[in-house]
C-alpha cells in the first residue's frame, strides 16, 4: 500500500485545509497544530478533544508522522544519542537508512543537535558524517520528529542544525521545519533558540539570512583557500572569502549571532600563522569563533592540538578583538561529538 501523508511538518493552514479534506472543520486543523507542536503528541489516542469518529476520519488518509527512536545511547557526561529510522526519496526509489540526533544537557538547556539529511554530500574528509556519502533529503516531519521522539521533548530549551547532513543542502524542508519551530501555532520558540550550522552553500545562506532572525555557525576551520579546499572540497563552489563578505552586509550587533566554527589539528591549521590569517579574515565583523577539538577518526593523518596551542590560538584572537572560546567536547565516549554521527546503529537501547 502507498505510505500515508504525514501530518507533522503541515503548516496551520494545511492542517486546516487537511481537516476539511476529511469532511472536519477547520478548527480541527487548530486542534491538530496543538497537539504536535505544543503537547508533541505521539500517537492518535493523545488526541482526546478530538473526536474518535474525526481521528478515525483523519487516520484513514493521514499519519501524524511521529517516529519512535529505535535505540538510544547515553554518555557518562548526560549527553544522550538517538538513533531515527528514516525513509527518503531518492531518484531511483525509496531508500531505508537512520539518522542521529543529540541531546546535550548543561544546567538548565536542553539543546537538541538535529539531522536534516542521512549522510552527507559534501565530504569533508574529517567529518564521519560526510565519509559515508549522501543518502537522502530528510523532509521536514522525520526533521520534527527528531523534537518530539526524544525522551526530553517537553523540556527541550535550544536547537541546533548541527547534526547529520548540510542544512542549507535541503533547505526548503529546514525552513519549514524553522517556520513551524518559532510560529506562535508551532512550537512558539523565539529565533534566537535555533542555530544552523553551515560549511557556507552560498544561495541558500542568503536565503536563510533574509528568511529568518535564526543564529548561524560557518565551518570554517582554515583561512587559507588552497588549505580549506584540500578539506572541505566546497571551498571551490562557495569560498570562504566569499561566505565572509556576504556576512559583512548583514547586521550581527543585535541579537541575531553569528559564530566560525574552527576544528584544530595538530600540525594543519593551529600556528601562529594561521591566526593571523584568521583574524584578518574576520577583522570587522560581529562574530565569535568556536575552537573545537578534533576527535580522531580511522585513516586520517591529522589528530587534535595539543591543550597549550588552542589555548594559544585562542588568546590571540581575542588580543584582536575578536571573541574566541574553546568549545567543551560533549558525548565522545558514544560517538556524540562533533563530526561523529554516523547513523550507524551502534546505540545501546536502554532498559
Not at 100 to 120: F, H, Y
Not at 149 to 175: C, H, R, W
Not at 210 to 222: E, G, I, P, Q
Not at 339 to 351: D, I
Request: with cysteine.
Amino acid at each position: 500500500m502507498p505510505s500515508k501523508e504525514k501530518l507533522l511538518g503541515k503548516t496551520l493552514d494545511e492542517l486546516k485545509q487537511a481537516a476539511v479534506e476529511c469532511g472536519l472543520p477547520a478548527f480541527v486543523g487548530t486542534q491538530l497544530a496543538d497537539w504536535l507542536y505544543s503537547k508533541r503528541a505521539a500517537s492518535w489516542d493523545r488526541l482526546v478533544n478530538i473526536s474518535k469518529a474525526s481521528r478515525a476520519a483523519l487516520s484513514e488518509r493521514y499519519e501524524l508522522g511521529t517516529i519512535a527512536p529505535a535505540a538510544v545511547a547515553s554518555s557518562s557526561d548526560g549527553t544522550k544519542k538517538y538513533l531515527f529510522p528514516v525513509v527518503c526519496q531518492l531518484p531511483s526509489g525509496e531508500e531505508s537508512s537512520a539518522v542521529e540526533a543529540v541531546m546535550i544537557p548543561d544546567d538548565d538547556r536542553r539543546t537538541l543537535c538535529v539531522s536534516s539529511q542521512a549522510g552527507c554530500r559534501m565530504g569533508c574528509k574529517f567529518c564521519m558524517t560526510g565519509r559515508q556519502g549522501w543518502h537522502g533529503n530528510l523532509d521536514t516531519a522525520d526533521i520534527l520528529a527528531q523534537f518530539i521522539g526524544i525522551d526530553e521533548s517537553l523540556q527541550l530549551t535550544n536547537a541546533v542544525f548541527m547534526g547529520m547532513g548540510e542544512p542549507l543542502d535541503n533547505y526548503p524542508a529546514v525552513k519549514k521545519a524553522i517556520e513551524i519551530l518559532t510560529a506562535p501555532w508551532g512550537f512558539g520558540w523565539s529565533p534566537k533558540r535555533i542555530t544552523l550550522s553551515t560549511i557556507g552553500v552560498l544561495p541558500n545562506l542568503k536565503l536563510y539570512l533574509d528568511d529568518t532572525r535564526c543564529h548561524l555557525a560557518v565551518s570554517l576551520h582554515n583561512p587559507f583557500p588552497e588549505e580549506r579546499f584540500n578539506m572541505m572540497k566546497s571551498e571551490k563552489a562557495w569560498g570562504i572569502k566569499d561566505i565572509v563578505s556576504l556576512l559583512r552586509k548583514y547586521d550581527f550587533s543585535g541579537q541575531r549571532r553569528v559564530s566560525f566554527e574552527y576544528t584544530m589539528f595538530d600540525g594543519w591549521n593551529d600556528d601562529r600563522r594561521h591566526a593571523e590569517a584568521l583574524a584578518r579574515l574576520l577583522k570587522g565583523l560581529e562574530c565569535r569563533v568556536n575552537l573545537i577539538r578534533f576527535h580522531r577518526i580511522e585513516d586520517f593523518p591529522f589528530g587534535t592540538s595539543p591543550q597549550r596551542r588552542m589555548e594559544e590560538f585562542r588568546d590571540y584572537l581575542n588580543s584582536c578583538s575578536i571573541t574566541c572560546t574553546i568549545r567543551a567536547s560533549r558525548g565522545e565516549d558514544i560517538l556524540a561529538a562533533c563530526g561523529m554521527l554516523a547513523g550507524k546503529h551502534n546505540a545501546q537501547t536502554e532498559g
